[in-house]
C-alpha cells in the first residue's frame, strides 16, 4: 500500500494528540494540551494526565476527522503510542486504539514514541529518511541514535546520565520564577540577553569524557551551577542567565551530534523532540552543520513537540515497509527502548 491512511494516537505525557496522514501528506493534527492543569505543580502530574486524556479523546478524535474530511470507514491502519511515557496516560491511547482498531477491523501498530519524533521528518521532507544521525532532544528524552532503518533498525550512541535538556531547562525557569514549561520562556527571555555573559560549564565534555562517553550527556552539572549562580548573585541580569544557560547547552548538543556524524561517516542529521523547536538550538545547528557539510533536517515547530502527527508518519511508515502489526493485545511499555520500533 503505497499511501496508506494512517490514524495515529498519542498520549504519552500530557498531550491528547491525534493525527492523520495519507502516505507522507498530513491531513490532520489535533492536540489538546493539560499544559495548564499541571502549571501550578511545576511540572506534569501523572493522575491529572491521565484524567485529561480521557476526558479529551474522543472531542479530539472527532475534530480530527472533521479537518481530514475522511471517515473512520476511510482508515486503513491506526497507531498508536505504546511507549515510552507515563503508563496512566499510555493505557489511555492504547485502550482508545485498540477499540478503534477492533472496532474497525483494521491492524493496530504500537510504535515508539521516541522513534515517532524522528520519523516526523517524513512529513517535511521528500529526500529520504535515513540513514541518518538523529539528535532527540526532550523533556524526558537527550539521545544521540544512529537510524538505518526507522522502521527497525535504530542504535543507541548515546542517552543523557542524569536530566534531559528539556527537564533542564524546566527546572532552571522554575527557580528563576518563569513559569511552566520552561523551555519556551527561557527561549523568550534570552533574546534579549547575551549568550557569553556567564560561563556555565559543558558536562562530559573533557578530554577523558570525549574517550570514554563520547555521545552521552549530563546536564545536572550545568543545573547545579546556574543554581548556586543565582544563588551568589541577587541582582542577576535574568536574561543574560537565561542566554548563557541555553548556550551551554545547546554547544554541547550538537557538539556531540556533529562528532557522531563525523564518526559514523553520516552526513545528515535530524534533530527532534520539544527542544528541538528552541529557536537557538535550530539557528546554531543551521550554522554549524553549513560549515560542516552536514545535511540538517528539523521539523517545523508545530511539529517537534508531543503530536499524533508524528505516531501516524511512523505508522505509515511501517505499513508501506510491510511491516507485521502489533497484535490487539499489548501491554502499554513506560520504559520502552528506543532501539524496540513497534511491539510486535
Given amino acids: 500500500m503505497s499511501e496508506p491512511i494512517v490514524l495515529g494516537i498519542e498520549t504519552s505525557c500530557d498531550e491528547t494528540a491525534i493525527g492523520i496522514v495519507r502516505g507522507r501528506t498530513l491531513l490532520a493534527n489535533v492536540i489538546a494540551s493539560s499544559v495548564e492543569e499541571h502549571a501550578r505543580f511545576g511540572g506534569v502530574v501523572p493522575e491529572i494526565a491521565s484524567r485529561a486524556h ?57 510504535v515508539n514514541h521516541l522513534a515517532a519524533h524522528v520519523s516526523v521528518d517524513y512529513l517535511t521532507h521528500d529526500n529520504p529518511l535515513d540513514p541518518t544521525i538523529a539528535l532527540l532532544v526532550s523533556g524526558g528524552h537527550s539521545s544521540l541514535l544512529q537510524v538505518d532503518d526507522i522502521t527497525g533498525s535504530i542504535t543507541k550512541l548515546g542517552e543523557t546520565m542524569d536530566d534531559a535538556a528539556g527537564e533542564a531547562f524546566d527546572k532552571i525557569a522554575r527557580v528563576m520564577k518563569l513559569g511552566f514549561p520552561g523551555g519556551p520562556a527561557i527561549d523568550k527571555l534570552a533574546k534579549d540577553g547575551s549568550a557569553s555573559a556567564i560561563d556555565f560549564p559543558r558536562g562530559l565534555t573533557t578530554s577523558n569524557d570525549w574517550q570514554t562517553r563520547p555521545f552521552d550527556f ?127
Avoid at 89 to 97: F, Y
Avoid at 221 to 230: H, I, S, W
Avoid at 244 to 265: N, P, R, Y
Avoid at 296 to 309: E, F, I, K
Fill in 54 to 110: 480521557l476526558e479529551a479523546m474522543i472531542p479530539t478524535l472527532h475534530q480530527a476527522l472533521k479537518d481530514s474530511k475522511i471517515s473512520l470507514k476511510d482508515i486503513d491502519a491506526v497507531a498508536v503510542t505504546g511507549g515510552p511515557g507515563l503508563v496512566g496516560a499510555l493505557l489511555v491511547g492504547v485502550g482508545s486504539a485498540a477499540g478503534l482498531a477492533l472496532g474497525l477491523n483494521k491492524p493496530i501498530y504500537a
Fill in 218 to 344: 549530563s546536564f545536572s552539572g550545568l543545573k547545579t551551577a546556574v543554581a548556586r549562580y543565582l544563588e551568589a548573585t541577587p541582582d542577576y541580569a535574568k536574561a543574560d542567565v537565561a542566554a548563557s544557560f541555553q548556550e551551554a547547552i545547546v554547544d554541547v548538543l550538537l557538539l556531540k551530534a556533529l562528532a557522531a556524524c563525523k564518526q559514523s561517516g553520516i552526513d545528515s542529521l535530524v534533530i527532534a523532540g520539544g527542544v528541538a523547536a528552541n529557536s537557538r538550538l535550530r539557528a546554531v545547528a543551521q550554522e554549524r552543520c553549513e560549515k560542516a557539510g552536514i545535511q540538517l533536517r528539523v521539523p517545523s515547530p508545530g511539529l517537534c513537540t508531543d503530536n499524533g502527527a508524528m505516531v501516524a508518519a511512523l505508522g505509515s511508515l511501517m505499513v508501506s515497509a510491510g511491516r507485521s502489526p502489533s497484535p490487539v493485545a499489548f501491554d502499554a511499555d513506560s520504559s520502552l527502548p528506543v532501539t524496540t520500533v513497534s511491539l510486535r
